[in-house]
């Protein structure tokens, strides 16, 4: 009895010590499950976080490839993918490490995704379609872009978009044409005025050319640095602002080539007498594709205008937080003064060009000295002199009527008026006064100007003609008028 006690008591025992491994398996069993459990949700959740990163990405690359998608294209999803590789690739770089938007546990995987496959530039992986196939053809994304197709913001963008390309092409063409003008012009007149084959100076390809070289390689390095800045936009901003706003000293240099301009043509003038220099400007223009050497040397003059129009486009598009706005808006006042200093001495050149024009032609001295200003000029008015109507040849400027006539024909000349030439009128308009017939009468063709020295009677073709010599002549005697202090007057008969 007392074995069979014993051998009940050991299995017993037995049993208790199997209840407690099993329960010590069960235990690690479910502390292996929860473990596994906790690494699966771990894992979901990475997989989540990785997800809507991603997603965010795809959200920041469709703003930004609205600018230049298609609404149709949005259904074609080959079409967008292919169109996405790019910007995707700008949108992963900048934005990559960012803890704010990816946190601190997906951004390794994201990083690792983003540099493998979007700055790849070829064809999605399939594990980038598995991810983006869930959400970019969705209608959520379809809305958020064609939302911002009909938004100010992108039809902004699109126009930022068109002038950025415009700046950079002009640019391009512009330095072409440069590099025209001075490899297929300056450089081999410059070789056979060396030989002596040409019959020009070195001097008058100077007056020609002017600064055309320095010109090409002050331009040869902005467009490079625009050439630089489009290649990595939209990856990195463009600044266009700021580029600009470091040539602004060196485009100085168009005050020399704009100022010479009209000297460039009177030189070309006199160089196409020599036979020799026109047959090697025409041999030269058959090899070229559009154009000639006229309209290569004024590209120069119509180009600082051509910046402040492109200029003004894109900052009229251009949002006012835009990292590039406020020096974009320095640059384009910059350059629009300088443009409106380039124009105030153009004009003033064209004057003195016009007027040494006038003193050549007509062998006339004393205009340029006297600092006058030309305005108008005409060879349709007769005027009356002693009673005896002729033709002249009548220029006005700023303080006295030219006119000239053939001395063979024209032998009398009135008292007052100051023979300076041999067939030349000058008549002083500083203390001067019109007299206007009404045009219903029987000389309103006609126009009296009378001064402390004598009368001068013109008569014009047309009614329209003469008001508007008259409205320009009062203009310069009231002017005269106040330079010396006086209230000039005029009166009508």
């Keep these: 009895m007392a074995r069979s006690a014993d051998k009940a008591k050991i299995i017993h025992q037995l049993n208790d010590t199997l209840t407690e491994k099993e329960r010590e398996i069960t235990k690690k069993n479910e502390v292996i499950q929860a473990l596994k459990n906790k690494n699966a949700k771990a894992e979901q959740v990475n ?6 990163s991603v997603k965010q990405l795809i959200t920041r690359a469709y703003l930004q490839l609205a600018k230049d998608l298609k609404p149709e294209e949005l259904y074609e999803g080959s079409i967008v993918l292919k ?21 601190s546990n997906g951004a390794t995987d994201l990083s690792t995704l983003a540099i493998n496959e979007f700055t790849s530039y070829g064809p999605p992986s399939d594990r980038l379609k598995a991810i983006l196939s869930k959400h970019l053809l969705s209608g ?29 092409e002009s640019e391009r063409v512009y330095v072409n044409s440069l590099t025209v003008l001075v490899e297929k012009f ?49 990856v990195r901003p463009f600044l266009i602002g700021h580029i600009f706003l470091q040539q602004i000293t060196p485009l100085q240099i168009y005050c020399n080539y704009v100022n010479n301009y009209n000297h460039a043509l009177l030189s070309m003038r006199a160089c196409a007498k020599k036979k020799s220099f026109v047959e090697a400007i025409k041999s ?38 835009h990292v590039d706005y406020q020096e974009l808006s320095e640059a384009y006042a910059r350059i629009k003064g300088f443009a409106d200093q380039l124009n105030d001495e153009k004009k003033q050149s064209e004057n003195y060009f016009k007027i040494m024009t006038i003193q050549k032609d007509h062998n006339i001295q004393g205009l340029v000295a006297t600092n006058q200003s030309y305005i108008r000029e005409s060879d349709r008015i007769q005027i009356k002199i002693d ?45 001067a006064k019109i007299n206007i017939l009404p045009p219903n009468s029987e000389e309103q063709f006609t126009m009296s100007i009378s001064s402390s020295t004598g009368n001068l009677t013109l008569i014009f073709k047309t009614v329209h003609e003469k008001n508007q010599w008259a ?23």
């Excluded at 997989?47 to 809507?52: D, G, W």
């Excluded at 959520?140 to 950079?168: D, Q």
């Excluded at 450089?187 to 084959?197: D, I, N, S, Y």
């Excluded at 006539?405 to 203390?431: A, E, V």
């Design 47 to 52: 997989r989540s976080k990785l997800e809507s």
């Design 186 to 234: 300056i450089k081999p007149l410059r070789e056979q005025v060396k030989q002596g084959t040409l019959g020009i100076t070195r001097e008058d390809l100077v007056d020609i050319f002017s600064c055309s070289e320095r010109l090409l390689k002050i331009h040869d390095q902005l467009q490079r640095k625009l050439e630089e800045g489009f290649e990595v936009w939209p």
């Design 387 to 431: 009673n005896q109507v002729r033709k002249y040849l009548v220029y006005l400027f700023s303080d006295l009527l030219l006119c000239i006539r053939d001395q063979s024909t024209d032998k009398f000349f009135d008292s007052f008026l100051t023979k300076n030439s041999p067939g030349s009128i000058k008549f002083s308009l500083h203390d």
């Design 83 to 103: 169109k996405l590789s790019f910007t995707l690739s700008s949108v992963a770089i900048s934005e990559v490490g960012d803890k704010a938007l990816f946190g």
């Design 471 to 493: 409205s320009d002549i009062q203009r310069v005697i009231e002017e005269c008028g106040s330079k010396n202090g006086d209230a000039p007057e005029s009166g009508k008969k």
């Design 140 to 168: 959520k994304f379809r809305r958020i872009v064609l939302t911002y197709l009909k938004s100010p913001a992108s039809k902004n963008g699109r126009k930022r978009i068109e002038v950025i390309r415009e700046i950079v």
């Design 284 to 321: 030269i223009e058959e090899t070229l594709e559009k154009g000639n050497i006229q309209s290569l040397l004024i590209l120069p003059v119509q180009r600082i205008p051509r910046y402040v129009l492109l200029l003004k486009d894109l900052l009229l598009c251009t949002p006012n937080d």
